[in-house]
């Protein structure tokens, strides 16, 4: 027993330097207030978030981060989902290497990936030049705007949703297949009726992590956004780096956590119904 | 005629997921002065001005030193715990498992923020230890998941023959358990080395004037200025990815090295 708790004492001890300490400091600065200049002033107080849930631009903030979110969330189940049911059917053989191929890219960082975006979808890009030689002669701005973030966003949460998805698929049972088309369901109906609900739980999971991974995505929204795309990440950045208010970015946080926290409720919620 | 649909289907959607990582790679080869397609000829031009840049390549060592270290410290720091928390069933387990994974759980901008805030205090912005740290809390949790299935593979009753043979505890560990672990630690070895390599939010918290790393470096590049610079880094850092993926493949299979 004493060798069990020195063996786990190191790693507890940079958990909480590094983990438990910082966050509970940081929900306690925001119970204290800004001063000019990037002081903090003595606390507690409730200044700052009176101030913050008074102001509609931070409500508005929440609320175009979480529509955003649930947009990139069906953007990257609609096209992670042919996939992944490709490579479940795919052969032995074939599979291991499709699912490298698929899960490889989320090795790669997300600056890199943000790039090859900014490579495609640039006004000089590929996109934009395929849609010249079709003889559109202003192609529309691709970056710089929410599109190129959304567009972005779905490709790189996609090997995410992949894995998920196939971790839920191995509930799909073939004969069930076999049976409904034998009774005569067009295939479309057999998706829908049968491979569709015996999947939900992967689908739910994939959900979940693709909506609160937009929600903290920052890399991308900062640089396809090119500040023009504010959700809670990058103005949690903008108000801890560039305007010094920590109390304020301190408060962003712990909303942050409450759309996480409320993601997860609604997430138990709805896995409970599924699978009753 | 539904088949080929089907398949042209699936096609674009890899061709969707694979692209960004993929035209690094041309564009790289770009003789423009900025990001054109097609770009206008080919050229290792841009090569050269990497090799040129003393801030990215000063950013790329620092990097690369770092993600030793954090492999290094991760694999002495997780071993000890996933053995223990792999093996021993006692009371609290399941809580101190959720709390050691939790940091992967949260955003990691808020990590960031809440590090950079204790960091000022104590000096470590822009420092050696305060990266190390910083590194250490994204990287921990994978080395001690990894190393756990690892030690959950391990056969049955080897260890105990050795020990029933009279080894020393620490000698079992040295010279029956260790070995068996080695793919797991090159595994964990891997991926740490690669989400430390990559990290770039919580480091660009708490990187400092004189030290930074090569994400933050390419990130504050391409936050200014958008030229095929950053597509040359990005090529090489995809044939790294893909030369530590093969490694991984090689050593425990990538699918299960990051099934969850």
Redesign the interface.
Known sequence: MRL?A???G???L??L???????L??AS?SFNEARPGGGIGPGPTLATWADLLADPYYLELVTSSVGVAAMVTVGTLL?GY??AL?IHRASARWR?LL??????????????????????L?D???V??ALRWLGMAKPPRMVFNLTGVAI?LV?IL??TMI?CLL?GFGRLNVALEEAAASLGAPPWRVLLRVVLPLSMPGVLLGCLLAF?LT??S??TP??LGGGRVILL?TE??DQ??VTLN?PV??AL?VL??AV?GAALLLYGRILRIVEA | MKRALHGVVIAALFLFLLAPVLLVLPMSFSADRYLVWPPSGFSLRWYVALAQDAGLMAAARNSFVLALLVCAATVVLAMPAALVLARQRFRGREALLAVLTAPLLLPTIVLALALLIIFVGYGLIGSWPGLLLAHLLVALPYGIRVLMTSVSTLPAGVEEAASSLGAAPWSVFQRVTLPLMLPGVAATGAIVFLVSFDEVVISLFVVGPQLTTLPVAMFRYVESRTDPLVAAVSALLVLLTLAIVLILERAVGLTRALGR
Do not use: Q
């Open positions: 069990s020195l063996l786990l190191p790693v507890l940079v958990n330097l590094t983990f438990l300490a910082p966050v400091n940081l600065l096209a042919p996939l490709f291991n699912m490298v191929a698929c899960i490889s890219p989320l090795l790669v960082s997300a600056v890199v990936r943000t790039y090859g975006w900014m490579v495609i640039g000089n890009g590929i934009a030049a972005a490709e996609m090997p894995l971790a609160v929600v903290s920052f890399i900062k640089l990440a949690i950045y801890a780096i920590w970015a301190a946080s942050s956590l996480f």
